[in-house]
């Protein structure tokens, strides 16, 4: 059955190389000094191929050089995002637009962002998000089936990617990957009152957070057989998390603020309710102490939520609606000076 309608046309960009031998190319035939010529002018031309010479180290040092300088810029963050799943990559989307001044970290404990979104339900493809999630989809520029209450994106791959790539691009983002949060940094109280006179949410908390503790998440899987191996820290006014629910990094800062005594227990996530758990999800999005707010499925755990299996619009827009809480929380902190 045909689709009711699709998402507007999309522009893409061209690939500079010709489908057929003589055709013109997609760019300019006189090359600028410095740039390799297109692609069609290498098609039928393989026999006298080479790269540009390099030494090894040269690489090595190309890499090493701007890691260790990302490290040094982004050791003292505006916002830390812990989680590049569907959630905190659109939160990390929504800040770096609305906040190019802010310097945004974002986390990853795998090798691979994107959490479960790189396809939808049971290993298949096609990506359902319900109505109005749509809208978030057209921001991205991420195409889409009209299917009245909801919409249909033919690969999830392509969400993730897209988002994964608007995110990479923004000069004020950095995605440090394959880099587990171990704890929190914390300072003493935190709380108060916000400039309308309203008890800010999280108000009379014995603790603050103030940034993250880091290691390399295969460093985080071995402490146990191997020797003490301590971590790296990010400093932060404000830090979401959006893990996921519970599992081998999944609900990590809500787990550790029980263990903390900032938290009781948790609610646990409650069985699979589609209609009720979208909603409660978005609604909830939260700062829950001072300098923390959570979003996604890790505040299901938290709450008691129903889970939502495979469908996507609430962690976009949970993701949408912790950017703009972490904007207001960071310019509140800064207002009352506790950096």
């Not at 209450?149 to 392509?158: F, I, P």
């Not at 996921?244 to 990590?252: E, I, K, R, S």
């Not at 069985?271 to 009720?276: H, N, S």
Request: charged share 25%.
């Amino acid at each position: 059955m045909a689709p009711s309608a699709v998402s507007p046309a999309q522009q893409h960009a061209q690939l500079a190389f010709a489908s057929k031998k003589g055709q013109d190319a997609t760019v300019d035939d006189h090359t600028p000094e410095g740039l390799s010529k297109p692609l069609a002018d290498m098609m039928g031309h393989w026999e006298n191929f080479s790269f540009e010479p390099i030494r090894e180290s040269t690489v090595s040092r190309a890499m090493t050089r701007r890691y260790f300088a990302d490290l040094d810029r982004h050791a003292e963050s505006d916002i830390v995002i812990i989680g590049a799943g569907s959630c905190g990559l659109s939160a990390a989307y929504t800040l770096g637009k609305l906040r190019p001044d802010l310097r945004i970290t974002l986390i990853e404990a795998s090798v691979s962002p994107g959490g479960g979104a790189w396809l939808g339900g049971q290993l298949f493809s096609a990506m359902v998000m319900r109505k109005p999630a749509d809208v978030f989809l057209r921001e991205v520029g991420v195409p889409y089936e009209d299917e009245g209450d909801y919409v249909v994106v033919k690969h999830a791959a392509l969400f993730t990617s897209t988002v994964l790539s608007r995110v990479l691009a923004m000069e004020n983002v950095k995605l440090f990957n394959a880099t587990a949060v171990e704890d929190l940094i914390t300072r003493p109280g935190g709380g108060g009152e916000d400039g309308d006179g309203d008890e800010d949410a999280a108000a009379g908390a014995a603790v603050r957070v103030a940034g993250v503790v880091t290691n390399w998440t295969l460093v985080s899987m071995h402490h146990d057989d191997q020797s003490c191996m301590d971590p790296n820290t990010i400093n932060a006014p404000v830090v979401i998390s959006t893990t996921g629910h519970d599992g081998p990094f999944g609900a990590f800062s809500v787990k550790r603020l029980v263990s903390m005594k900032q938290l009781e227990q948790l609610g646990g996530m409650r069985g699979l309710d589609m209609q009720r758990a979208e909603d409660a999800i978005v609604k909830n999005t939260r700062e829950i102490v001072p300098g923390l707010i959570v979003g996604g499925m890790e505040l299901s755990e938290i709450d008691g939520a129903n889970r939502m299996g495979p469908t996507f619009g609430a962690m976009a827009l949970s993701g949408v609606k912790a950017a703009e809480e972490a904007i207001r929380v960071f310019d509140l902190r800064k207002k009352q000076n506790e950096f």
